[in-house]
């Protein structure tokens, strides 16, 4: 926690912004596997 607390408080933009990315793309691939479970079954 203190890590992140640290690297936040030098970068907070792009430490964000490369949170934001991932969370985006994991639930983007996570409505794809729904949609295609969804489908098979």
């Given at each position: 926690m203190?890590?992140?607390f640290?690297?936040?408080h030098?970068?907070?933009d792009s430490?964000?912004?490369i949170?934001?990315?991932g969370?985006?793309?994991s639930s983007i691939l996570l409505i794809?596997?729904?949609r295609?479970?969804?489908k098979k079954a």
């Open positions: 203190v890590k992140i640290n690297y936040r030098y970068e907070p430490i964000f912004i949170y934001l990315v969370l985006f793309l794809v596997a729904v295609r479970l969804s």
